[in-house]
């Protein structure tokens, strides 16, 4: 068990900052901030600058460093750096979803050939302890489905457009001030920021490691108002939605916008909030819900994952390869795709047409298409429509 963790600090942006407030604020025994490596050395350092670093090796190469929280935006640079830790035998604590999504199976092996924790709370949810929980609490449990609101940013625009119809760009500049979105925001809006989430989720959930590439990811980037209109009108939300649903046929995993009634208990997460919905054999039907972006609450799961090292805290894996063989891409699932134009309809063909009507100057379409199809078609045409998942 590690007597007293001494901290390297990766990245001073809105995480990294906000776990160094926290461990300024809560003087707590036996663990001690060393040193913080920043990237640009054209910001103003005022605040305790004896800390800062502009060299990796810094922090990689100081013998009494043996834990670096990897808190940066560039997954490439993460990697580089998360790799070289674990192989000089450092615990690593990190946020990064996308480096994790990406090199998950390789830096978790090494994690455990070195014997050291590679810990990621705040990864997924922001402040919401999601991954401890299936680890911990459900580890003994089969679960059925998980679906999460798992990107802040996202849920926020849909909550803001849905309040009063406004630019869509404004939104996400709101998004980028309050240090919720990603560098690149199209992470977000595009929905691979959930993808590489529920990537992690389903390890720990279902034991089942996907790849990017095998998950379906629907952004909300092309919703129109009357999109809005449309589930209003219906007396829906629309909520981005990362989708695991375990059954006899396999895994089927997506992200996706999803149509949901507005009795059901996800339509009330609002803005930056996020929730996942655990249905399982034993517990039944679960909803962890809090904040899932931002300075504070996302540093507040760092904090937690920094306390469980002092306790020697690493992660079982307990599903781990379970159900590895058993993901199945194929459901069909019924979608509502919108458009102004006929041509952008063109690449979707319907398995079972429902609904084929004219409504103002649009078309709305409700159909029946497999997961796969509709990944294809997607990646094929890159169609400039709003597709979301509908209720059956
Ligand atoms: N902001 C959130 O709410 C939130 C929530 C959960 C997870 N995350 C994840 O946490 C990580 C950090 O996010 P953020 O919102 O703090 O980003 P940010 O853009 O606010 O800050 C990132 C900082 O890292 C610095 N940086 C980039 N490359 C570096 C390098 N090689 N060495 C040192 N510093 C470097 C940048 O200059 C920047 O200051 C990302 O992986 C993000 O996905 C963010
Ligand atoms: N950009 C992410 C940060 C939290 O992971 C979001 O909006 O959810």
Not at 72 to 84: L, M, N
Not at 114 to 126: F, H
Request: aromatic letters at 8%; one cysteine or more.
């Amino acid at each position: 068990m590690p007597q007293h963790l001494t901290i390297g600090l990766f990245g001073f942006g809105s995480v990294g900052s906000g776990i160094y407030h926290l461990l300024k604020k809560k003087t707590i025994p036996n663990i001690e901030l060393k040193t913080i490596v920043v990237k640009n050395p054209d910001k103003p350092r005022s605040k305790d600058a004896k800390h800062f670093s502009y060299q990796p090796k810094d922090i990689l190469e100081d013998k009494d460093i043996n834990v670096v929280l990897e808190l940066i935006d560039d997954a490439d640079a993460a990697y580089s750096i998360v790799k070289k830790a674990l192989e000089k035998r450092k615990h690593v604590i990190t946020a990064n979803k996308k480096m994790l999504a990406e090199h998950f199976q390789e830096l978790t092996a090494l994690a455990q050939k070195q014997n050291v924790s590679l810990l990621y709370e705040a990864s997924v949810c922001g402040s919401i302890p999601v991954i401890r929980t299936l680890e911990e609490s459900f580890g003994q449990d089969s679960i059925k489905s998980l679906r999460a609101i798992s990107n802040g940013t996202c849920n926020y625009v849909l909550t803001r457009l849905f309040q009063n119809p406004q630019p869509f760009d404004r939104i996400i500049t709101d998004a980028q001030k309050h240090g919720f979105a990603e560098s690149d925001p199209t992470l977000d809006i595009d929905s691979w920021d959930s993808k590489f989430k529920l990537i992690i989720s389903n390890y720990h959930a279902f034991g089942v490691l996907n790849t990017p590439e095998d998950i379906l990811n629907l952004g909300i980037r092309h919703i129109k108002p009357e999109d809005i209109e449309f589930a209003k009108e219906k007396n829906f939300s629309i909520k981005v939605l990362g989708h695991s649903e375990l059954n006899d046929d396999g895994l089927n995993a997506f992200v996706a916008p999803q149509f949901i009634k507005n009795n059901n208990l996800l339509t009330s997460i609002e803005f930056e909030n996020n929730a996942v919905q655990i249905d399982a054999e034993f517990a039944q039907q679960q909803l962890l819900q809090g904040k899932g972006a931002g300075s504070i609450p996302t540093a507040s799961a760092v904090l937690s994952d920094v306390i469980s090292l002092l306790k020697d805290y690493t992660y079982s894996y307990s599903k781990a390869e379970a159900n590895s063989s058993k993901f199945n891409p194929d459901q069909l699932i019924k979608v509502y795709i919108s458009s102004y134009d006929k041509k952008d309809l063109t690449p979707f063909k319907f398995k079972n047409e429902i609904v084929c009507g004219t409504r103002k100057q649009l078309e709305y379409k409700i159909g029946k298409l497999s997961i796969k199809d509709l990944k294809h078609q997607f990646e094929a045409q890159s169609a400039k429509v709003f597709v979301a998942v509908f209720p059956d």
